[in-house]
């Protein structure tokens, strides 16, 4: 969930900024809002979710060592603050937000090659940002009991 959240920000960003690059910079001061919150909230994504460690465990689950951000472990990596992930967090769903506006606002679509692609992108990326905020490391939460018989 991790490795897809940051392939989608990194695409996204590289994707909007080719069409920035293309079309020029939006003359609207919505849009320009609008894009620049989608690019520091993509590069805040890949920060945050790129520091979430193995056993973090799920946002509502953090330690309270985690949470003051803590001194890290034995390895010398540091954790990620509850707070960031909580802020990043707020961030994609402001991004949806914005997201289903200017899909409205931009009523009739454009007939261009790959508008599907970055409306698709811009949907699923925060999405999956939000997946891999909330659940953390792979080995988040409790272990599993063993039922009997297994080894």
Avoid at 3 to 14: D, E, N, P
Avoid at 36 to 59: E, F, P, Q
Avoid at 60 to 84: E, I, K, M, R, Y
Avoid at 101 to 126: C, N, R, S
């Amino acid at each position: 969930m991790k490795t897809a959240a940051i392939i989608c920000s990194v695409v996204l960003f590289a994707f909007t900024c080719v069409v920035l690059a293309t079309d020029g910079l939006p003359t609207d001061s919505t849009y320009v809002v609008f894009n620049v919150w989608l690019l520091l909230t993509l590069i805040l994504n890949v920060v945050v979710i790129s520091r979430i460690g193995a056993n973090d465990g799920r946002l509502w689950l953090q330690t309270p060592s985690t949470v003051a951000g803590g001194q890290g472990d034995a390895n010398g990596s540091s954790p990620t603050s509850a707070f960031g992930r909580v802020v990043a967090a707020i961030c994609n769903v402001v991004l949806l937000g914005f997201t289903g506006w200017a899909y409205v606002d931009q009523y009739p679509h454009p007939k261009e090659d790959g508008f599907v692609a970055f409306i698709v992108l811009m949907v699923l990326t925060p999405i999956l940002s939000l997946a891999a905020l909330v659940r953390g490391g792979a080995g988040a939460g409790p272990p599993h009991p063993q039922l009997p018989g297994q080894a």
